[in-house]
T-cell receptor, first 114, second 113 residues
Framework: EADIYQTPRYLVIGTGKKITLECSQT?????MYWYQQDPGMELHLIHY???????EKGDLSSESTVSRIRTEHFPLTLESARPSHTSQYLC?????????????FGPGTRLLVL | AQSVAQPEDQVNVAEGNPLTVKCTYS??????LFWYVQYPNRGLQFLLK??????LVKGSYGFEAEFNKSQTSFHLKKPSALVSDSALYFC???????????FGKGTMLLVSP
């Protein structure tokens, strides 16, 4: 498996709380991604980054924000969590090789907002 | 635009039998195609990819996929299924001009003993 880590693995939190989901990779990959996935369902890209100081919005509109200050670290923040944010969040990274690049995924963070 | 379709929500197969999980795609240029597998409460694991060349691509855990340009398909296959192959399988495509992958909705594979 790829060396990409996500913490926490599981999080239960109340409405209105600010949360940060951590993602880090030790492969030196330039590109990193955040996906949202309801259990057993398709993936939706919410953010991605080409490298340090680069962030882009994905296909699915999201109230979350991301930052990329270091190559290995790509945290996702929800300023005010709501029950509609309950989902699984998957982080991925890839070495930039154009269209043939392969994405490698972390284990995911399962978020429950009460 | 790029898109991918997995027409089956679920595939059932008996252990030892061959399995096929279907995937069709739509791109404007040459496709780059990927298969991933997801086990319960886990992230996605890369299985194999087609970039160019031989239409039959071999990947991890005995899986292979056949690229068919005329049918715009990239079906995942395995000659003999194992119960441990039961998981959610995702096909993904990237067109040459795109910076991101588009994933299919996933197909649940259930292998019975």
């Amino acid at each position: 498996e790829a060396d990409i880590y996500q913490t926490p693995r599981y999080l239960v939190i109340g409405t209105g709380k600010k949360i940060t989901l951590e993602c880090s990779q030790t492969m030196g990959h330039d590109k990193m991604y955040w996906y949202q996935q309801d259990p057993g369902m398709e993936l939706h890209l919410i953010h991605y980054s080409y490298g340090v100081n680069s962030t882009e919005k994905g296909d699915l509109s999201s109230e979350s924000t991301v930052s990329r200050i270091r190559t290995e670290h790509f945290p996702l923040t929800l300023e005010s969590a709501r029950p509609s944010h309950t989902s699984q969040y998957l982080c991925a990274s890839s070495e930039y090789k154009g269209a043939q690049e392969t994405q490698y995924f972390g284990p995911g963070t399962r978020l429950l907002v009460l | 635009a790029q898109s991918v379709a997995q027409p089956e929500d679920q595939v059932n197969v008996a252990e030892g039998n061959p399995l096929t999980v279907k995937c069709t795609y739509s791109v404007s240029g040459n496709p780059y195609l990927f298969w991933y597998v997801q086990y319960p409460n886990r992230g996605l694991q890369f299985l194999l990819k087609y970039i160019t060349g031989d239409n039959l691509v071999k990947g991890s855990y005995g899986f292979e996929a056949e690229f068919n340009k005329s049918q715009t398909s990239f079906h995942l296959k395995k000659p003999s299924a194992l119960v441990s192959d039961s998981a959610l399988y995702f096909c993904a495509v990237r067109d040459k001009g795109y910076s991101t992958l588009t994933f299919g909705k996933g197909t649940m594979l259930l292998v019975s003993p």
